[in-house]
């Protein structure tokens, strides 16, 4: 109780209908106010940004060119740089240049469920020539997920609440101050 009383006391607490009209009008001020500094900070920030970018530009298209460069004269001289000492890593005094392999992917060309049918098929041909192991790996290929549909649950309230451990409850309800434009909101002053 102690803490509403002091919480409070730091509040402009409007005490009819005149006063709750002018602190609208002046909530809308300040929020105007909030947002006017912040557009300008925004353009501030994009300018520096479109300057910072003008001048790194020639300094990263010259980068480009030196990385290329680079890259042409280590893939064509990969053998004497490397040798046969199975390292993907050339030193030089000034740095180093190096090869990573990257990670492997799986590309799906076509319709998921036509691919999804194969996989299925090609399982139960394993399973036909009694190759079990190969099936089970064929079947690995394929997630099966359940999932709980919260919005099926907010669609049937009362069925969904007699579920154990299952509590549809109300969104609740927020306070919104929302004032007039500029010209209503200083005529009310």
């Avoid at 803490?3 to 602190?23: C, F, H, S, T, Y």
């Avoid at 990573?100 to 020539?129: C, F, M, Q, W, Y």
């Avoid at 609740?172 to 009310?188: C, I, S």
Wanted: proline residues 3%; charged residues 30%.
């Amino acid at each position: 109780m102690v803490k509403g009383k002091a919480a409070a006391a730091d509040l402009r607490i409007p005490q009819n209908r005149e006063e709750v009209a002018a602190m609208i009008g002046a909530f809308g001020k300040a929020v105007r106010e909030v947002e006017l500094i912040e557009t300008a900070m925004k353009e501030s920030l994009a300018q520096v940004k479109a300057n910072a970018e003008k001048d790194a530009a020639p300094h990263l298209a010259e980068a480009e060119r030196l990385f290329k460069g680079l890259q042409l004269y280590c893939d064509t001289n990969r053998q004497t740089l490397l040798g046969n000492s199975g390292l993907k890593t050339a030193e030089f005094a000034t740095g180093k240049v190096a090869w990573r392999s990257k990670p492997a992917k799986v590309t799906l060309t076509g319709e998921h469920v036509k691919i999804v049918d194969r996989i299925v098929a090609k399982a139960n041909e394993s399973l036909g020539r009694n190759d079990v192991a190969s099936a089970q790996t064929y079947k690995n290929f394929l997630r099966v997920s359940t999932e709980i549909d919260k919005e099926a649950m907010l669609k049937n309230p009362a069925l969904a609440r007699t579920i154990e451990g299952v509590r549809v409850g109300s969104g609740g309800e927020t306070f919104e101050v929302e004032p007039f434009g500029a010209q209503l909101a200083e005529a009310a002053q």
